[in-house]
């Protein structure tokens, strides 16, 4: 036995314990006991919560004992790692937490005074920037945390060199090693990662046998940092994967024989995955999608379900779009697990609802401020008040999250550019009702002041925080005021299987068509459901994805020259799965999904648009039952040339159009007052740049459009890049949203929309508009009209210009159909990747000409958004009286607002 080391350990824990007690309240331990309890037994929402707030108190009640404070600060930044997927707010912003309260016990001076403790927290910060380093938002890059965690790892190992028990240092440096050795996984080390595991084991069991040896009956075993299974599983399951060296497998044979004597069945060792980690909430989630997949139980399939149903609750406590989007990415993720093992289990219906109910959820954020109106009018001032109070704050949060990714040493300036770049736009405003009541100045003025503050990303963050107190005094107001509206906004949480239902039961026509496609699956779940014989049919259907379509789509897309345009789009077998008596379909993809040109798919002879006559895309199941109220009248429909097309006689023939002479606001008030909007010309969207409409002078962005396009009948964009599949946010997620201008008009309350997913060579472009308008003029509903184009382009019109370009010559057929430009040629016409397939030559290679005017890349980009039959509702403007007005100013005085954006009505 180890007499002098017994009696160093035990002298050494009790001077620990008098520091730590010194000055403190029995309290805090009540306090850091309940905490643990809580966060160790449960991952349900509220038990967390209360465990937060247990630290926290304990730290405040510890406040003279430096010591005692800085171990509840510990405490609390591992709560953080621990359960940073599990409690509200995003992943990245929960492990800033551990970060913060990590570092403060770094810091503590008490603390340090035993090695252990002030190593345990260096490793634990390492560790904290692992998992950061899967976190798409963090600070760092993923490379720049894992070298950090390796670097805070090594820290703590030499940390713990100093002079202090045997046992106490290999129970640390049993954690710190396996720390590393992960670490040193995830950057592709394997032998440094294997001989890190090697050595976290050897100094765990070296700790067990002294503590066995010379505290046999204190239960001092209690007291070591891991259990058994922590340390013999991922040494055996590693060494034996990932490393050929003889003394490791000697180590793995050693486990496998000593493993019954702590309770582990050899089996569970053997059949044990090496690349098993649940710091990657990724990883996490699939385990549970294959558990509930193999065992199809109902309890696994309710362990699924609430993971999901947890990360939607977190997602509603986020700061930023861009966290929002982070959680929605994991989201989506388990609901499209989800979706295929309900699938199997033959509930299509669940899965349908499941997939939608996680899918466009900003669009309905968005568009249910043009669903949602109350009927008393000041409410609905106030109402919009609050929405752009909510707006600031997600925009001052989204300014501090850029800036915290930004060099120090350039924040302060981009901010005060941020900040000039602002004030403009505060007056280019159109339509904007009560706009007295919502001082917009302040916006570029806060941004201004951050610029020159000497924290200016917690400038940020301590406005939005007033703003959202604000927000939230005036959404108990107006819930108050209107309990109606209340009841109305609270539907569009969440979407039900009764929703689902009445969708169904309110578009009998339509055959809605989910098609998932999501990382982590290899294949495309289409799940369609429909009214027959006034009975909902639902079927979910699994399809092989070709290798690397989606990809292939998207370098065309980015006019990338070595794009494969060779598209494998007969994978989907239409024919077999929609009701042939059917001639409707609306289809509700994901974001991969959103790629395809879906109506260019299928077997030969029987692609989507063979089957059907129309295709209709929409941003959500939500949009079919509920409507937009509107409030300025829509008379007339407008035809806009942007200017700089080369063939807008083809495109518009005898239509009266307005020139690209007009000003911003003249196309605006257009736009206001046209039940149809038809624009023909450019539009850009690069990212981070919102999607835009070209004119000879300026742009018209899609905000600027947002109030104008209200009620609206039909919105056309026949522009190239209108419906583009590109996120709107700076540090962007691949997110199931409804994306692309096009989409927003929906969003924005427009019935329908047309717009293309890719930049179509404008000739092609020009003559299915051509025959889109002859259709519609003849009494063909609109979404009809652009299959029918789309059909009749493939099949006889291209045909028509070929012959006419054979008959005519190159220069001559151009010039016949009205071309604005003397020196093109077709070659150059069909864009920078097909033409780049082109062989230099003087002569027109037409086989390859008609194959490029019939790929789908050429005409399926085009896509109509809505559906005809739905209907907006138009409700007379009211403007507030006297009496309003003065009950409005009343009742923000009894508010006490303290943001200074929300101003008294006049």
Avoid at 407 to 413: A, F
Avoid at 467 to 482: A, M, N, R, W
Avoid at 712 to 732: D, H, K, T, V, Y
Avoid at 815 to 836: F, K, T
Wanted: aromatic fraction near 10%.
């Amino acid at each position: 036995m180890d007499f002098k080391g017994q009696k160093e350990f035990t002298n050494y824990a009790l001077s620990q314990h008098k520091i730590q007690s010194k000055k403190v309240k029995p309290s805090y331990y009540k306090c850091i006991d309940e905490g643990v309890r809580l966060s160790s037994t449960s991952s349900e929402a509220g038990n967390l919560k209360q465990a937060e707030q247990s630290f926290l108190r304990a730290i405040k009640i510890a406040e003279k004992n430096e010591y005692a404070k800085a171990a509840a600060c510990h405490d609390l930044g591992v709560f953080y790692f621990t359960h940073f997927a599990h409690i509200a707010g995003a992943p990245h912003s929960n492990l800033k937490k551990a970060e913060v309260f990590f570092n403060r016990a770094i810091e503590s001076k008490q603390r340090r005074q035993f090695p252990e403790k002030h190593a345990a927290s260096l490793s634990q910060l390492g560790a904290a920037y692992r998992r950061a380093a899967n976190e798409h938002l963090w600070h760092f890059s993923s490379q720049e945390s894992l070298l950090k965690a390796v670097s805070l790892h090594k820290a703590a190992i030499c940390v713990l060199e100093k002079p202090m028990p045997s046992f106490v240092r290999l129970n640390q440096l049993s954690v710190i090693y396996l720390n590393l050795s992960a670490t040193l996984f995830d950057l592709g080390k394997k032998d440094e990662a294997c001989d890190a595991q090697l050595k976290s084991y050897q100094c765990f069991m070296e700790a067990l046998s002294w503590s066995r040896v010379n505290f046999p009956n204190q239960g001092l075993e209690n007291y070591i940092s891991m259990k058994p299974e922590q340390v013999l599983l991922p040494t055996f399951v590693r060494l034996n994967h990932f490393s050929q060296d003889e003394q490791h497998k000697t180590v793995c044979h050693e486990i496998l024989e000593m493993a019954p004597m702590f309770g582990i069945d050899p089996s569970v060792l053997m059949g044990a995955n090496p690349y098993l980690d649940i710091s990657n909430p990724s990883i996490e989630i699939m385990q549970l999608v294959m558990s509930a997949n193999k065992s199809q139980s109902d309890s696994d399939i309710k362990i699924l379900s609430a993971k999901l149903q947890s990360l939607m609750k977190n997602r509603q406590s986020t700061e930023t779009d861009q966290e929002s989007d982070r959680v929605s990415v994991l989201i989506q993720q388990a609901s499209s697990g989800l979706a295929r093992v309900l699938v199997k289990k033959d509930a299509a219906l669940r899965a349908f609802q499941t997939l939608e109910n996680s899918s466009g959820m900003r669009f309905c954020e968005s568009a249910s401020t043009f669903w949602l109106y109350s009927k008393n009018p000041v409410t609905q001032v106030l109402l919009s008040a609050k929405r752009q109070l909510g707006s600031v704050y997600y925009g001052l949060n989204e300014l501090a999250l850029i800036g915290e990714k930004t060099e120090k040493k350039d924040l302060n300036q981009w901010l005060f550019d941020s900040a000039l770049l602002l004030k403009p736009q505060e007056k280019k405003q159109f339509n904007i009702d009560n706009a007295s009541l919502f001082d917009k100045r302040l916006y570029a003025s806060i941004v201004e002041s951050a610029s020159k503050a000497t924290d200016p990303v917690n400038y940020l963050k301590q406005k939005a925080s007033i703003c959202l107190t604000d927000f939230q005094k005036l959404g108990k107001l107006t819930d108050e005021l209107d309990p109606d509206y209340l009841k109305a906004r609270q539907r569009t949480y969440q979407i039900t299987l009764d929703d689902l239902t009445e969708a169904i039961y309110s578009h009998p026509e339509q055959v809605l068509v989910k098609i998932d496609i999501e990382d982590h699956y290899d294949d495309a779940l289409v799940i369609v459901a429909y009214l027959q014989n006034n009975e909902i049919i639902a079927k979910g259907y699994s399809f092989n994805m070709p290798k690397d379509l989606v990809n292939n789509i998207a370098a065309f897309v980015a006019n990338n020259k070595d794009a494969n345009i060779e598209w494998d789009l007969g994978f989907i077998d239409w024919k077999a799965i929609l009701p042939s008596h059917m001639l409707k379909v609306s289809l509700l993809p994901s974001f991969f999904a959103s790629h395809i040109p879906w109506s260019a798919t299928g077997k030969a002879g029987e692609k989507l648009y063979h089957l059907v006559n129309e295709v209709n895309w929409l941003p959500s199941l939500m949009y079919l039952y509920q409507r937009v109220n509107y409030f300025d009248k829509k008379t007339c429909d407008t035809n806009v040339c942007g200017g700089g097309t080369l063939f807008e006689n083809v495109a518009v023939k005898n239509k009266i159009i307005c020139k690209d002479t007009q000003t911003i606001e003249d196309v605006v008030n257009q736009l206001t007052q046209s039940e149809v909007f038809s624009f023909y010309g450019h539009c850009e969207h690069k990212y981070p740049e919102r999607p835009s409409l070209l004119f000879r002078d300026y742009t018209l962005r899609d905000v600027e459009m947002r109030d104008a396009v209200r009620g609206s009948e039909r919105i056309e964009l026949w522009a190239c890049q209108s419906g583009a599949n590109i996120p709107l946010n700076f540090f962007p997620s691949q997110v199931n949203e409804a994306l692309g201008l096009d989409m927003r008009m929906l969003e924005y309350g427009a019935k329908t929309a047309i717009g293309s997913l890719w930049p179509i060579p404008e000739i092609v472009t020009a003559h299915i508009k051509s025959k889109y308008d002859s259709l519609v003029i003849n009494g063909m509903g609109a979404s009809e009209a652009l299959l029918s184009a789309q059909q009749w382009w493939v099949e006889l019109g291209a045909d028509e210009e070929l012959r006419r370009i054979k008959l005519n010559g190159e220069k001559d057929y151009l010039c016949s159909i009205g071309c604005n430009s003397a020196n093109q040629s077709l070659n150059a016409l069909m864009g920078p990747v097909l033409s780049g397939k082109i062989k230099n030559s003087s002569e027109i290679d037409f086989n390859l000409l008609e194959y490029n005017f019939k790929h789908p890349s050429a005409w399926a980009g085009l896509r109509f958004c809505g559906v005809n039959e739905q209907t907006n509702i138009f409700i007379p403007k009211v403007n507030l009286s006297s009496d309003e007005r003065h009950q409005v100013n009343a009742l923000l005085l009894q508010l006490n607002l303290k943001s200074g954006f929300v101003k008294h009505a006049r």
